[in-house]
């Protein structure tokens, strides 16, 4: 079994859609988390950073952490054509830790 | 654009040669972390580097190697190098936050392809 598990979808949804994007974890020593945005055949970019459990929001992005279910989750509102790309979970159990990453979610929004 | 960069962005090579790739982090990041994606594995972690020293090893295999060098940047090679070999190669490096953790910020790759 992986530490990360991620359904790689893929995920289409009309533009303006709710998009719900999830991992869960084995690893009960993750306290960071992290989603990632990847365009085809570039680098992942940083999107959301939490720690440990709750709610983070930036713009239209809001990320959320339940660590007594080991579920993270990774909500796009209004989604937008430019946000089609892969989206992937990371976990590191301290801090300067290697990240454990889940496979991506390959999100294509419809215009 | 990370502030990470990478070089070279492609490189196409045959079996059992070698290459090194070239990483320089963002300026003033003192870790650099390097790893490898492929279609079936995903991104998987091959090595860190924290201020010149070898910090953490992942799944990386006993024909690559890597260091970082005194001005920071850091390179990875890779030997004898196998089909299996052609994939993805990222570096990241990452700068501190608030609570004594980091985030690590991608480069934008090198695309190793083995004939």
């Known amino acids: 079994q992986k530490e990360v598990e991620q359904d790689p979808g893929p995920l289409s949804v009309p533009e303006g859609a709710i998009v719900s994007l999830n991992c869960t974890y084995s690893n009960s020593a993750f306290q960071y988390f992290m989603w990632y945005r990847q365009y085809s055949r570039k680098g992942p970019e940083l999107l959301m950073y939490?720690?440990?459990?709750g709610n983070k929001e930036d713009g239209r992005f809001t990320a959320q952490v339940d660590k007594s279910s080991k579920y993270i989750s990774l909500f796009i509102r209004d989604s937008q054509p430019s946000d089609s790309a892969t989206y992937l979970c990371?976990?590191?159990?301290?801090?300067?830790?290697?990240?454990?990453f889940g496979a991506g979610t390959r999100l294509a929004v419809h215009p | 654009d990370s502030g990470v960069t990478q070089t070279p962005k492609h490189l196409i090579t045959a079996t059992g040669q070698r290459v090194t790739l070239r990483c320089s982090p963002r300026s003033g990041d003192l870790s650099v972390y390097w790893y490898q994606q492929s279609l079936d594995q995903g991104l998987q972690f091959l090595i860190q580097y924290y201020n010149g020293e070898e910090r953490a090893k992942g799944n990386i295999l006993e024909r690559f190697s890597a260091q970082q060098f005194p001005d920071l940047h850091s390179e990875l090679n890779l030997s004898s190098l196998e089909l299996g070999d052609s994939a993805l190669y990222f570096c990241?490096?990452?700068?501190?936050?608030?609570?004594?953790?980091?985030?690590?910020?991608f480069g934008p790759g090198t695309r190793l392809t083995v004939l």
């Open positions: 939490t720690y440990s459990s």
């Open positions: 990371a976990m590191a159990s301290g801090g300067y830790n290697k990240l454990i």
């Open positions: 990241a490096s990452s700068a501190p936050i608030a609570g004594g953790t980091d985030t690590q910020y």
